[in-house]
Structure formats: C-alpha cells, structure tokens
C-alpha cells in the first residue's frame, strides 16, 4: 500500500525537480537513509524515479496529484451544495467497488465521489481489466440515490457519457465524441469509459454506482487490446483537477435532474456526438454478429441499425466499425 510518507514524498518530487535526500526527509519527517525504501512502492507502480549521486531524487516529468481543495474551488455552487463528499485515495482495487461499499453502508441517501491515483484492479467492461497507471489518468466513481427503482435509470448511461463529452469539450477537447452506448473517443480512438453498477432494491430505493476512466497521458501500444487517444495528445497542459471538476460540475446536475427529466432532452445532442451514425457497423452480441448501417437512438438510448432495409434495436452489445467491402 500507499502509505502517508510515501504520499508526502511524491508530492515533494511532484514539481519534477531534483531534490536531496536529505531536504526529502526533512519535508516529509523521515530519515534521509530511509527515503529510497519509502519511494519503492511508487516504482513498482511504474513512476519512473531518478536517482542520481550528488543531486538526489527527481521524478522524471513530474505529475499533478489530484487535490480535494482546487477541485473543490472549481465546482460551481450548486454541485458543491449537492455533494456532500469526495474522497480522493491514494490507492484502491477499484473505485467502483469504494462506492459500491458506500452505497450499501450508507443509510442516509448521501451522493458520493470517489477518486484514486491508482486502481489495482480497474474494472472495464464486458469483464475487462482497465489500465490504471499511478497519477497519470482519472479513475472516479459516484454513487447516487434513486428513489423510485432502476425504471427510472433509462437511457441514463448515455447521458452520463454524453456529459463526460461536453465537459471535456467545454476545456476544448472539441472532437470528443461517442461511441454506443457510453465510449468516449477522440480521433476514432477510445480516449474514456463508463461503468455502471447498480445496487439496492431494483423496483424502489436504489444506488447507481458510476465509474468513469478517462486516459489523460497517453497509453503505451502494449497493454490495452485497442487503439487509445489520451487528453495530452490534443492539450498538453491540462490539469487532472481541473478536468474533474468539470465534469462533476457537468454530472451531478444531470443525475440531480434524471428523474425528472429522464433522456428524452439528452438524445439529439447524443446523436449530435454519435461517432458512428450513418457508418458500417457490426453489433457483437452473446452469440451473434449483426451487421447493419447505425442509425442513431431511440428515446431510450438503444441503438438503432439499419439491417438489409429493417431498422433492429439494441440495448446491449457491443459496437464496432465494419471496414466496407462494398467498392
Ligand atoms: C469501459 O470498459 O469502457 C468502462 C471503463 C470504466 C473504468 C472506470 S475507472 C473508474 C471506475 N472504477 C473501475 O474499476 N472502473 C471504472
């Protein structure tokens, strides 16, 4: 684990400057000798740590931590009314699972954000794994209250990818787009995802757990099974804070008003960002590939495709393009 002098530690080699051992120690109250031992677990985590005679330690790159306070400071009044806590880990399985354990615990219907640094088993999926390096991407999950059962929960997944979309574009991402039902693509690659679990009782009180990855520094070719676009690549300088706290600003109002609102007002911005309407696409089912032309949503955020001349919908499943064979 993750422990409080490691953390201290890091935040010292976070300006990516070198810095002696000794100063290291003085900052963060350990000994000079005992400085190397508590950086280990940040190594093993793949950061890479310089350590060079005569000048100490550096933090090659360095990075920005996530922080509780400049997130909070760009959250705009209403979501900060709205959420009560937001806790940020060093280090966690997953944060799907943080929430999820909040929201069985949790007997006063409170909403909650968890973010980490690191996740040691990032769920995606469809059973996926999803690649968690330390400090170098967002990894959030919110559990929200629903009070009248999982009916209510239509289309909601949609509108949660589309937010993650406008918020990113609103920092001027402006090609984000999306990918049925809740990919985030940059380029035709996937650049986030969404996961949704859902605890509690299905037809009255109930918990949408919501978990968020999105790739900020780019993603080596070797260890994801797809091509991957990362938010540096089009803005070298952003700052992780800044672009959580847009998209909660962005989020949690959407989740305050889904029960109310439903999908409906969401669905022509979603087609809007739809990056594969109108494209050739195969729809990989449990034991089945259905190809088709997408065409767009229903009002309850299924997929529409148009197969040889009859329109096929689809709430689950996964989409991909076809390359088309028809020239
Ligand atoms: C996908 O496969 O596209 C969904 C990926 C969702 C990943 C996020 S990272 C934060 C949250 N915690 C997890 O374990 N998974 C989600």
Redesign the pocket.
Known sequence: MIGATTLSLLRVLSDGEFHSGADMGKQSNVSRAAVWKQLQPLIERGLSIESVKGKGYRLVGGCELLDWQTINDALTFDVDALLPSIEILPEI?????KAMNYARNEEKGRAYVCL?EY?S??????G?Q?F?PFAHN????VAWPFQAGVNQLDGLSLAIGLMVAKSLKSMGLEKASLKWP??LLLGGK?L????LEVTGDMTDQCWLIA???LNVETIPEDVVDQPCAAIKEKLPTCSRNQIVAELLNYLIPMLQNYPVKGFAPYKEEWESLDAYNNQLVNVHLANDIVAGVARGITEHGELKVDVDGHERIFNGGEVSLRADTSY
């Open positions: 399985d997953s944060t799907n699972n980490a996740q088993a990032g769920k995606g999926r469809r996926r999803w968690s967002i990894y959030l999950s809740n990919d996937k986030g995802g969404v996961l978990g968020i990855g």
